[in-house]
């Protein structure tokens, strides 16, 4: 098509497939990336320009831009791919720190990550978008969903308004802003080496195709949303993720699942997370340690607050390469539970009725 392409973070993963994707194409495609050797041996494995630049920071995407606007002259694409959950790659802060100091760098780390990375490289190459030019911000389903500490999904989920916002100021001029959020995608580098067999089973088990997402299926919307064809596709947030956000209904049998609930399971066992704010010991009764498994993990993330009755919790247990004993549950809701709730076959917990699809 012989567009001028930017993909920011399209050394690896999802990013790299749209680049590769768009080379095919007969793009000329700039990719984006902090790591030198990453990017180079990407962009000289799919036939890519590089550029090595942070773009969190103001001063790097500036200069980022500048290098394609003297280099291209304008964009016609734009894919705000370069991101992640911070947590996972964030250190354990000293045992001292607060929860509150915690919580507040990794909501700092995240929204850096995810929002601070959109934001100044499209208000850096805004001006030198040519008309009709597509943007695309790369969101997730744990904007939908949750991601269990708050702050990885809470960063995407910023990014729908922001690119709502600039549909709205671009659209005059035929260019389209939208979000393509997908789920858990695999052949990346997303989630280091915090992945298990178990988690990856259970996401799969999520997904109402019964597989893991692949960078291809994310290209392909994305190539799909970046085509004329799309033209008058702007202000949406488009799901990739096999189904998984309604997920399977365990009230129908398909229950209970065997970790730690969906929405909360894929992104939290960074190291850091493993000692963060959220591990702290039980309340209620009846509520002990339970088994579960990792690869590496030494001590499993506290699970989040369930709408089970306090009574018959006691510990479960499910398989593992390294049998590890987790941290105590957080006091559940169970008890507020009032008229009308019911019980789901299979699941033995108690669920109130607006919550028949949680997966507990
Ligand atoms: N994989 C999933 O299951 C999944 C699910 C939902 C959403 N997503 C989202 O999809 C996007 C792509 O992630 P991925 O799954 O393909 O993981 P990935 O392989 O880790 O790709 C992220 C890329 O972004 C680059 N990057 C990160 N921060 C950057 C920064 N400040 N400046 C420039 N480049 C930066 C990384 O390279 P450097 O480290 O070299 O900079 C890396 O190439 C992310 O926004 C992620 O949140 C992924």
């Given at each position: 098509m012989s567009r001028v392409v930017v993909v920011s973070g399209g050394g690896t993963g999802i990013g790299r497939a749209v680049a590769a994707s768009c080379v095919k194409d007969g793009d000329a495609v700039v990719i984006i990336g902090r790591r030198p050797e990453?990017?180079?041996?990407?962009?000289?494995?799919?036939?890519?320009?590089?550029?090595?630049?942070?773009?969190?920071?103001?001063?790097?995407?500036?200069?980022?831009?500048?290098?394609?606007?003297?280099?291209?002259g304008h964009v016609d694409v734009l894919v705000n791919n370069a991101g992640g959950n911070a947590l996972l790659a964030l250190t354990d802060p000293a045992p001292a720190t607060?929860?509150?100091?915690?919580?507040?760098?990794?909501?700092?780390?995240?929204?850096?990550?995810?929002?601070?990375?959109?934001?100044?490289?499209?208000?850096?190459?805004?001006?030198?978008?040519?008309?009709?030019?597509?943007?695309?911000?790369?969101?997730?389903?744990?904007?939908?969903?949750?991601?269990?500490?708050?702050?990885?999904?809470?960063?995407?989920?910023?990014?729908?308004p922001y690119a709502i916002d600039l549909a709205a100021a671009l659209g005059p001029r035929g260019i389209t802003v939208n979000v393509v959020a997908p789920g858990y995608?695999?052949?990346?580098?997303?989630?280091?080496?915090?992945?298990t067999d178990q988690r990856h089973d259970l996401l799969v088990g999520?997904?109402?195709n019964k597989r893991a997402g692949h960078t291809d299926d994310v290209a392909a919307t994305i190539r799909w949303l970046t085509s004329p064809d799309a033209g008058h596709v702007t202000a949406q947030i488009i799901q990739v993720n096999g189904g998984a956000l309604p997920g399977v209904d365990e009230a129908a049998g398909q229950g209970p699942w065997p970790g730690?609930?969906?929405?909360?399971?894929?992104?939290?066992?960074?190291?850091?997370?493993?000692?963060?704010?959220?591990?702290?010991?039980?309340?209620?009764?009846?509520?002990?340690?339970?088994?579960?498994?990792?690869?590496?993990?030494?001590?499993?993330?506290?699970?989040?607050?369930?709408?089970?009755?306090?009574?018959?919790?006691?510990?479960?247990?499910?398989?593992?390469?390294?049998?590890?004993?987790?941290?105590?549950?957080?006091?559940?809701?169970?008890?507020?539970?009032?008229?009308?709730?019911?019980?789901?076959?299979?699941?033995?917990?108690?669920?109130?009725?607006?919550?028949?699809?949680?997966?507990?």
């Open positions: 990453v990017l180079a041996s990407t962009a000289a494995e799919i036939d890519a320009h590089a550029i090595v630049a942070d773009v969190g920071e103001v001063a790097e995407a500036e200069r980022a831009a500048t290098e394609v606007a003297k280099r291209f607060s929860p509150v100091a915690r919580a507040s760098a990794a909501w700092l780390a995240n929204l850096r990550s995810n929002v601070l990375t959109a934001v100044h490289l499209t208000e850096a190459l805004r001006d030198v978008l040519a008309d009709n030019a597509r943007v695309v911000l790369l969101s997730s389903i744990a904007a939908f969903r949750g991601s269990g500490s708050g702050s990885y999904g809470g960063s995407k989920a910023a990014l729908h995608t695999t052949d990346t580098e997303f989630f280091g080496a915090t992945m999520q997904a109402l730690p609930r969906g929405g909360g399971s894929g992104f939290v066992t960074g190291p850091w997370w493993r000692v963060g704010v959220r591990d702290r010991p039980l309340v209620a009764a009846g509520q002990g340690p339970t088994t579960t498994t990792a690869r590496t993990a030494t001590t499993a993330p506290a699970r989040r607050p369930t709408h089970r009755a306090a009574a018959g919790q006691g510990p479960t247990t499910t398989t593992a390469r390294t049998a590890t004993t987790a941290p105590a549950r957080r006091p559940t809701l169970g008890a507020a539970a009032g008229p009308g709730s019911t019980t789901a076959p299979g699941c033995g917990r108690l669920e109130l009725p607006e919550c028949r699809r949680s997966r507990c």
